[in-house]
């Protein structure tokens, strides 16, 4: 649930933006001609891509490049808001900003990353910039077209000097070159993951109808009925090769609840997992 949401515009579209909302929240980013830096002042999420998912903490950013996305916001443990800060950006908006011509850092290099997503961690510099959003933000009188044309330059250059390895430089240059990918290796990359198949649906672009058909015809086999299989024979693998506990496997294989993990792997296999993991055991003690 939104709480608040304040937003400074440049050039008629909205530039920066400011939400203090309340957790658990999945927050979908349809993202065709436009790239994203989100930063969270308090909370914590998982921001998944079709093919992956990174972890975001407080006072961390990550800079996603035009694709689909979900930003599944955690629910916190003392129950209080979560605030986070994004940032947009537009092919049109930053050539205006750069007098038509964009730096080199936006110009093709070799070697691109494949990945969509980069994490950007916590720095002086990066909370000093935020600061002084939030100074923008509770005084939008102050603020004019230039000064944000300077802040949206100057979160580019932010990223750039703090980038040691080179990963967002690699990303920044593909920005708006949406990342090529599979049916088969969205379905693999989130066989574990708790999303629904809704959410898959919108990571892929697509209608829920046109992905369970898609999915019929690359697998033979139903959404649900697959996903169940390959839970379950992962789970078995880790009931065998560890001593984790039942409820961290199940978790670990996708199950938000235990007692289905319980009743569907009894459905599979004939037996409870802790049944499973002592008569396999004593098979190869015997």
Known sequence: MIKEHFQLTLFDKGIFERVV???????PGIMHNE???IYAVAGASKVFSAT???PLHTEEAVVMKCGNYLNSWLETVDQS??????IHFYPDVLKKIYDKELPDFFKSIKDLTPSCIAKVKSSTLLKNYINSLQFYFKNPEL???ELLKLKLKEIILLLIKTDASGDMKRLLASLFTPTEYSFKELVEANIFTNLSLSELA??????????????NKVYNESPGRYFKRRKLERAAKLLLSTNERIG?????????EVA?????FHDQFGCSPTDYRLSQNSKELT
């Open 21 to 27: 909302f309340k957790a658990p929240m999945t927050a």
């Open 143 to 145: 603020v004019n077209e």
């Open 260 to 264: 289905h993990f319980s009743n569907s």
């Open 81 to 86: 808001a979560c605030e986070a800060i994004a």
């Open 35 to 37: 790239a994203c830096f």
């Open 248 to 256: 961290d496997i199940a978790f670990n294989c996708g199950f938000s």
């Open 202 to 215: 919108l990571l892929h672009g697509v209608s829920l109808s046109s992905f369970k058909r898609e999915f």
């Open 52 to 54: 992956s998912e990174m």
